[in-house]
């Protein structure tokens, strides 16, 4: 019997992710931000991150034409950030942005960020790989506990 995407939901729901928004920003220089679990890293020679990204997402232009992204790692006290960045319709400019070093929209008071440049996008079924070389990392926050989303719920350690 082949696995229905139910039971394919449910088995990933097992295993636990931190959660992040990943930023970018638009031709006019509009910060866009959105939820991102699926961020993991891929190599350390050259240093390699990967996000999937929904192909229906609005912002996918930007990603595209911007060429670079940020990842802001959240901490367990930033459920309401998680939930603004990933609410349908929201608006997405709104946000406490900072301007990373590389001119990447970043996120304030996160627990570690880093600034990547595209290197190569993967068609992956109905989301796309986006595979970003690492330029700048920082830690802001070390003291704090990550933020977990685990059986479709946020959880802490
Ligand atoms: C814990 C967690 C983890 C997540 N991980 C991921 C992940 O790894 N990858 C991922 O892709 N998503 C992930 N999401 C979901 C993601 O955050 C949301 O899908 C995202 O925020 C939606 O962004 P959007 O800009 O498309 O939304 P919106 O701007 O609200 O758009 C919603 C839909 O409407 C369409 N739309 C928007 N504007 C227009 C317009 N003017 N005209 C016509 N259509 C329009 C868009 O194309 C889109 O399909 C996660 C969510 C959570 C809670």
Redesign the pocket.
């Known amino acids: 019997m082949p696995v229905t995407p139910d039971e394919f939901r449910k088995v990933m729901g097992q295993f636990a992710?931190g959660?992040t928004i990943v930023t970018t920003a638009n031709s006019e220089g509009t910060p866009?931000g959105?939820?991102?679990?699926?961020?993991t890293s891929v190599s350390m020679d050259p240093l390699l991150v990967v996000?999937?990204?929904?192909n229906?997402?609005?912002?996918l232009t930007a990603f595209k034409e911007s060429g670079k992204f940020g990842v802001n790692i959240l901490a367990e006290d930033q459920k309401d950030l998680?939930?603004h960045?990933?609410?349908?319709?929201?608006d997405?400019s709104q946000g406490p942005y900072v301007t990373g070093k590389t001119g990447v929209p970043l996120l304030e008071g996160v627990l570690a960020r880093m600034e990547c440049e595209i290197s190569t996008l993967y068609p992956g079924g109905d989301?796309l790989l986006v595979l970003g070389e690492v330029k700048r990392t920082e830690i802001l926050h070390p003291e704090k506990k990550p933020l977990l989303?685990y059986r479709g719920a946020?959880r802490s350690l």
């Open positions: 992710t959660v866009y959105l939820t991102v679990s699926s961020f996000i999937c990204l929904d229906q997402l609005s912002g998680s939930d960045f990933a609410r349908t319709g929201t997405r989301h989303y946020y």
